[in-house]
């Protein structure tokens, strides 16, 4: 089971201006092959499929632990790209008129669907709108070559989220990738020791790849202060504070990082308030008259 | 963000034997266009995008709240499809001779592919083994229009429930079908409502779709019993709470059901302990030779 | 079976210019997941899958009767198309130099394999390209829960018409949407209306979704000023008729638009010419030469 | 536009049992890459996108009447599928109790996904259960090319009609492919000739491919008998009639076939009553309970 | 078995420009439906699958020999692709700050995916980003249906690699396009032959189409002095020459072509030096810091 | 460029009885997503899209030359398909009547439409006839990334054939797995050794994994025998022969299999001969009436 605290897991500063390009590339880090939805599905899928846990159980509480982080990863992209979408919260609602073409520069935006889907919502989809699918999903049940996908997969997508990154130029998009390359560094890692213990092949030695480390990243900075790239989370279940058997015991931050010990934290980051997205009327969204409908609400939430 | 807690919604009993087109029949329910990651992700999405939500808070709070229980139910049918791959737990881990074809039988299954990619695991795919994917999602930002699709999604879910349902005569399956009935009827139920609050229409007057009651399923009864079916929870955020205005309010159960009010709960049902699933050597589930891998686990474990 | 006539079901103008990126917008209403060519493909199998058809024969007859209507639509958009991606009627065929990169533009057109594979043509693909495909069709046969999809798919379609409308500046695109906004107004009303009958449920209480009347898109009112919102048609097959039990009977236009009885009427609109395409040499079509082609279809029709 | 004749083009015998396998395999002539979906959609397509039809009306004629023709046959493989999935009439509706699993053979069909989804209708998949796509199209302008496509297509059709035709035994299936046959060899043929107009190049020579005559195929007798082997229709639009420019003016029947003059009919094939698929309570088409809904159905027609 | 040589199979001239849209719409002749990844994978397979070879040697001969040069195909188009995306050979490595948003330009470019998932490498996918898919392979086993659909997709790769070309104004892009048009009508002009000797149809008199002459192509005229027009290539396997039986005996040139008899030629054409992509530390190709790789590489070669 | 030779990488054993379900599962190996078309498409688009191959030679060597065996492999996985879809060569054609359902046995079969489309050869598609496609592909320009992701195609390909070598009994398919257990594994090894030379990590101390030896399979005996395990070959372009600084300089042989030194070896395999896969008349291959066919290739082969 699964329960939702409100927040987002960092703080994403309000966009600049609307730039639905923009939004696209960030769409690669949630719908791509190596967005979030691949890697919260992967760990979730293993994390349902895994075979003699009580023998093994460091290893599931790290992929099942890691898979309530990546839920909060999806939420963050997700909302990096609405407010990259939509832009700056507008001083009023234009709701003007529909028959002038209101949204003729939509025409020429990469995702035309995006808009016509979703009114610059974010979907499932990937940087050129291909929508995201199962056959992305890794999951065989061999201990061993589960977390090496893993590892993998951690590596490439940093690899995409250092790409987009490049491309970005607005703070809100950045702000997403600095926290999420800080994180990702972390499961890569954490994959890394837990292949580590099975094999004895210290394959931590070949982070990062790519080789660059997130000194370059200015976003990165104040989550490496802060100690983020150390900390593995147990995300509310007690019971995966056993993953400290791989991410504790002595092994220490990579040696590009603020040094220090590895450790498990109880519980969960303090978390952001999440942005709220105001509604276009002329988009239809809340709706096209929407009074009525926030009316409505008001009213229902007066009698409780 | 998200919690996780190493709990099952519903008890499952242990299946009798390994079925894996019964095991396929039911990833219907998972990966399929009206499986469980699609009611999962067209909530999840449509909560990330959600506009206004201050204005309409009741309404965010139950895509929200139903959100993070849409997770244990993709949890809970992956574990029944796991449980009616494997059949039930051997009593011993027969390794035998990989050259004598021990899993000839695998050819002849409906869904060859989930025995060579997930070794009986359970996948992102339908009962026909095609991926889920995004397109699966609808998220427009409309509010009358999005509830509107969840209310339509979830009885045709209730469809597809029932039909799997119909075809499985293992008791695990059935489980899964009668305990996501019960919980898909609410969410049908309460989304009835959201339209009926914002629009006049009753749509609760159309359910259940199709017309059968629960009461003609035997699985089903205990959760009725327990007043399931009246119980919609927070999931652990309690600024949820005020979907109450939509169901709650003197709103009663639907007419084929157990009488009585509609109800907000905080939190989450008890839940139950997830089966453990046993590895099979010669699938190379934890792997070929796992006693190695166990005990490195157990001494990692013992050092903490 | 299906007859045909060689006639549009609405009027187009002529493009003011070739765009392109407009007749990619417009696709989405041809080829995506709520474009016509979802509307006709569900209504149609839908037609073919029926049970118990004489039982409940007016239901049949509404089904039946607008798949027939909705092949028209995809013709409408079709034709709204080709027309924007090929701009007005050249005064002559530039055939020039084909080494002069004489498409240059193309390449940065949102969908280039438009131009590549159709040379300005419709094709049964969305705005973005991605090809329609089989799972947008839902025919369960389960009569309310198929007729409570058409009223969702109606409603979508509706949205994605207005969001699309809002993008068009120019006249041709925006008459498709303009008509197709009355017309897919009426079988919302009318799945509407037959759900009420099934089930009591107000249903067409819920329109217009989006609530926007459609007095506020010009390129309506002439079709609403004939009354088209009040009809629909047999196409052809008077055993249909009997839909009016479920439209008829005194049943009234939606309130924001023009009042009067709903009505069924025999035949079909009377249409409009289809706009000829010229072909482009440069482009091969009909061909880089097409002279000789010309002589022999006139001489073939000439010994006729 | 088109209209709409409740008939079928050839008359179906009823099944002798319900055989979801050979319907699945009957799933291939509608909607695998070389099924009538696909013969469908491509002369819809290519028919809208005609350029200088004017100049080439013959051509034009042929593709837009075949196209209707088309429609016909989805209709006929559809229904062909419907009826070898439900097989026999059954004497009364056995309701029985839905929680014996009474249709746990379902999870051993081939495409168990047909049953959970359409209740044993027809779907746009292929036998496999993988879904039509827009993909399947070819609709480049250049009228050569086109035609040159069409003529594979029909070739391609009529190996996968032979290749089903002999793995179903139940005469139902079998009458869809002895039909199919004899009018698919008609537009291969069509096509054959309207190249050979444009061309010089004799392709008719090079039919039937594959090379057996339709005198091999017992199903197929009463519609060479009947001539059918000869005739093009212009489906209900008189403006068709000059494509008898190509197929007429003296052109012959393939050798192997009966022979005669090639000619174009005025209209369309008497047809034949259509079968009425009975519901499955059980299965929840109409509904669990229809009675209602026929007590419902059987006012409203009493109204009228 | 295949065997490699490190060669191109034309001459590629440096690009002026990076021009990534250009590089998409070349895309389309490698991962497009009418693609070199088609060409290729047709003929593969078709040669592995082919039936009574023996009795039929100089069929399989020309589809095996074939096969061989579209291997050269791909890899000519994806040079000419990694060409155009990335530019003329940078003086020097610009690494620069990451954080600088160095790749604000990829998020306007059409296909965003090709610079993150490829730092602009070539992908089998089109010119829209989408990706090649096996259902594009058609290989029945039936020799004539098989060459009909050879020579039909030759044809349609002609209109795509003509459009394509006349978008590009760079010239490695078109001497792409000019070398493959020459190929390629080669390719149509054997199956055409291949057809003629099996039914007797002059397919060849079909040619070329579209019908255009490759004289009005300035980048074919070097290739069609050369007389490639005029040849097969054994590629390496002598008991091709028979192949000889269908592409020789006095069999010419088309008539638009420079004229002179066909033959075969044993072995394979000289071919070119393949350019040398430098990588964009900056995009991370090699690496973000590549000379330690570089510095390793050497070493290990030197210790040779 | 590239070669073609008409032999096989290994010698196939005859199948025992045709098992249409057996080769549906050998699909899995050839285009699944770990099967042969993804081991090759990575390597070709890798090689195709190398950066900076002057500095980094030998690494660019062995990915090239990995490529021209892999298409080997694919060729061997397709024979493999076809023998056992085909069954052992019959005394005669049995040509029979068509009418009689001769292939009634085929609707039942896993995959329909292998047979339907193919007549039971071997197509880019994985064991539930699902297409293999594009994003399989990964090809970033990072060296150690793109490295790491063939270690791991390698590893996930070794589980695939070692469940796929479990569910077959036949002679040929076993021998299919037993030959591609031992190629595959040295080619894990390469990329394990490659990315030890660039990063320091002793990856090679991870295989085998699965962590079977091959030892293990009495199909891969001979093969070990004759040092297969310890050779890569040049594949005919002795350029590629500095691989030898990766795989060679004393590296040894995994020590689960006969020990020796790793050797880089000029040329190729010796091969086998291609089995000849006789056509069915019944299923139109080589046609329905192939003596014609066969005549006119005598005759033409007689006058060269």
Same mark, same amino acid.
């Given at each position: 089971?699964?329960m939702r ?11 600049k ?9 960030l ?5 791509g092959?190596f967005?979030e ?9 293993q ?5 003699n846990?009580?023998?093994?159980k460091?290893f599931?509480s790290l ?18 790209i ?7 919260t ?12 209101p949204?003729?520069d939509?025409?020429?935006? *990469?995702?035309? &669907?995006s808009?016509?889907h979703? #009114?610059g919502g $974010? @979907? =499932?989809? +990937?940087?050129? !709108? ?6 992305f999903?890794?999951?065989?049940g061999?201990?061993v070559l589960?977390l090496?996908h ?11 989220k250092?790409?987009?990154?490049e491309?970005?130029?607005?703070p809100?998009g950045?702000?997403?990738c ?7 560094s972390?499961h890569?890692?954490?994959y ?11 394959m931590e030695k070949?982070l ?8 370059k990243?200015?976003e ?5 202060d ?9 995300w509310?279940?007690e019971t995966? *504070?056993?993953? &400290?058997?791989?991410?504790?015991? #002595?092994?220490? $931050? @990579? =040696?590009g +990082?603020?040094? !220090?010990?590895l450790?498990?934290?109880?519980g969960?980051?303090?978390?952001a308030?999440?942005?709220e997205l ?14 009525e409908?926030f ?6 939430h007066?009698?409780?």
């Amino acid at each position: 089971m699964f329960m939702r605290i409100d927040k987002l897991q960092a703080n994403l500063p309000k966009p600049k201006k609307a730039d639905p390009n923009a939004a696209a590339a960030l769409q690669e880090l949630l719908g791509g092959k190596f967005g979030e939805m691949s890697t919260l599905n992967n760990y979730m899928f293993q994390s349902f499929n895994f075979r003699n846990k009580s023998k093994v159980k460091p290893f599931y509480s790290l992929v099942s632990s890691i898979t309530a982080e990546e839920l909060g990863h999806v939420e963050l992209v997700a909302n990096g790209i609405t407010m990259l979408a939509n832009g700056p919260t507008p001083d009023e609602d234009h709701k003007g008129d529909i028959s002038s073409a209101p949204f003729k520069d939509m025409t020429d935006i *990469r995702s035309a &669907a995006s808009f016509l889907h979703a #009114g610059g919502g $974010a @979907l =499932p989809v +990937d940087s050129n !709108g291909l929508p995201w699918n199962g056959t992305f999903v890794f999951s065989t049940g061999n201990l061993v070559l589960d977390l090496l996908h893993n590892f993998f997969l951690e590596c490439g997508a940093r690899m995409h989220k250092l790409r987009v990154y490049e491309t970005l130029s607005d703070p809100t998009g950045r702000e997403v990738c600095g926290y999420l390359l800080v994180r990702g560094s972390v499961h890569a890692h954490s994959y890394a020791l837990a292949l580590k213990k099975l094999t004895g092949v210290e394959m931590e030695k070949m982070l990062p790849t790519p080789n660059i480390d997130l000194s370059k990243i200015p976003e990165s900075q104040k989550y490496l202060d802060e100690g983020s790239h150390r900390r593995l989370y147990t995300w509310g279940e007690e019971t995966y *504070r056993d993953m &400290a058997a791989i991410w504790g015991g #002595g092994e220490q $931050a @990579l =040696p590009g +990082d603020p040094p !220090g010990d590895l450790e498990v934290v109880s519980g969960h980051p303090d978390g952001a308030k999440i942005d709220e997205l105001v509604g276009a009327s002329a988009a239809f969204t809340t709706d096209y008259a929407p009074e009525e409908i926030f009316d409505i609400a008001a009213k229902l939430h007066a009698k409780m």
